[in-house]
């Protein structure tokens, strides 16, 4: 990697820092309708679907801004690209406190969005000052500024207490506009987009970054993310309400509480970029999937009454989880979703080094969609069944799908690469089937020794 000659270490410390740090201010200012939005639905009387699409609308932008951003990155350079977002972002939140009109607050909403798109900005910008057996760590790092849900889910409902949801907004756009000063006089230029104006040479272009997207692969690895970040997302900022009108609780308790999910769903990111590197990305995403799973389940069943046929007459019970274990299962749920973060992003550099910015930007952007569909299917769903859990439903088949097209096509892969590993006695998790493939080596070389043994012994080699 010649571009990271003469890179301290101390330089890629500070890029790290400062693009977290920034990162975590864009995803506080990205998640701020999940609480203002609670004030908003009351204030204009919004049922459960209307605020879904308030709550989502900022995904929406963010989420489709992230393919373009991504490509800028590449061709403007990060540091450039994530100081200009920041204003730009500041500047419509700021303009979100004189709106009064629901159609007006999806329009503000839609600006505040793009706050969303600097995830992709800020894992190009990071990627380029790592060596590649370090990007895991290093993105997971940067990835853990989600944390910045959290702190919006703690901090803004006692802002909109004391200041009201306008002035919260004026809070929120001054932080972001001092960040982006503080980035652009901090960090420099990526190694990258040094190295390229240096030689002279030109960015690729728009269509050749575009490239990667033909595979299949690129968006099965989109699929991973619709659902450990957009359902992150999502759900970030769904809980208030669901805290809210499942349990009764006032604002600041359920912004807590939420929180309490959001809060392991992003600092976990780092450890989950430490285990892909350590374990491998595949590793985690089989663990990710298969805990979420089990949480979902519990968390989709609702209130249910039985009446059972006893000896003595009729036995009647009644399931449900309490607000402990609700909170309990969204907190581990948070967690592994976390790791699942930074595995579907280790996979990115290593598969496509000179894409990051467009494939990333991809994937992003359909996982960053899984944020704005989500909280509008759920409304959509809570609207027509009545059940406060079909939200957890919806997540349950979601990752049911992505992990059995995940398994699928690993298990064509690894046949493929190994023959043998078809046989029947080799049907077992892709991770642990190194056996099979030392089998397989050995009757090669075994194959390769007795055709040698053969030739010798014609007469050609008489």
């Known amino acids: 990697m010649k571009h990271l000659q003469g890179v301290t270490k101390s330089q890629q410390y500070r890029a790290l820092s400062f693009s977290t740090l920034s990162f975590t201010v864009c995803f506080a200012v990205w998640t701020i309708f999940s609480v203002l939005g609670v004030k ?64 007006m607050f999806l329009v503000a909403a839609l600006g505040v969005g793009l706050a969303g798109g600097s995830f992709i900005v800020g894992i190009a910008y990071t990627s380029y000052w790592f060596e590649k057996e370090r990007q895991g760590t290093a ?65 690729s272009s728009a269509i050749a970054q575009l ?49 309490l999910y959001s809060m392991p769903a992003s600092v976990f990111r780092a450890l989950g970029g430490w285990f892909s590197d350590r374990y491998g990305a595949r590793a985690v995403m089989y663990c990710t999937f298969i805990a979420s799973l089990v949480c979902l389940f519990l968390l989709s069943y609702p209130e249910t009454s039985y009446v059972i046929a006893g000896k003595d007459g009729p036995i009647s019970f009644t399931f449900a989880l309490p607000l402990w274990a609700v909170v309990t299962c969204t907190v581990v749920l948070g967690f592994f979703m976390s790791l699942g973060k930074a595995a579907v992003y280790k996979h990115i550099p290593v598969y496509y080094p000179d894409n990051v910015g467009s494939v990333g930007g991809l994937v992003g952007m359909i996982g ?95």
């Open 368 to 462: 960053g969609l899984g944020g704005f569909f989500l909280p509008i299917l759920f409304g959509a769903v809570l609207d027509l069944t009545g059940v406060w859990t079909s939200s957890y439903m919806v997540l349950f088949v979601l990752v049911a799908v992505s992990l059995i097209w995940m398994h699928g096509a690993i298990r064509r892969m690894e046949r493929k690469r190994i023959p043998a590993l078809g046989e029947d006695r080799f049907r077992y998790l892709p991770e642990i089937q190194e056996p099979a493939a030392a089998s397989a080596r050995q009757r090669q070389s075994g194959a390769q020794e007795r055709s040698a043994g053969e030739d010798k012994g014609s007469p050609q080699h008489a």
């Open 40 to 103: 908003i639905k009351q204030d204009l009387g919004l049922n459960e679907t209307q605020f879904g699409i308030l709550v989502a609308t900022p995904v929406l932008t963010g989420s489709i801004s992230r393919i373009f951003l991504g490509i800028w990155t590449e061709q403007y350079g990060g540091r450039r690209v994530f100081s200009l977002l920041m204003l730009v972002t500041a500047a419509c939140v700021f303009l979100l406190s004189y709106v009064e009109s629901y159609a």
């Open 211 to 259: 490239e990667p997207l033909k595979y299949v692969q690129v968006w099965r690895f989109a699929l991973y993310y619709f659902f450990v970040f957009g359902a992150f997302v999502a759900l970030a900022s769904y809980l208030p309400r669901y805290y809210v009108g499942a349990y009764g609780l006032d604002i600041a308790v359920a912004g807590t509480l939420a929180a």
């Open 139 to 203: 993105l997971g790092i940067f990835g853990a500024g989600n944390v910045g849900a959290a702190v919006t889910n703690f901090g803004a409902p006692f802002l909109l207490l004391a200041l009201g949801w306008e002035r919260t907004a004026v809070v929120y756009a001054a932080i972001l506009a001092v960040v982006a000063v503080v980035f652009w006089i901090f960090t420099a230029e990526d190694p990258v987009t040094v190295e390229r104006r240096r030689t002279g040479a030109r960015a």
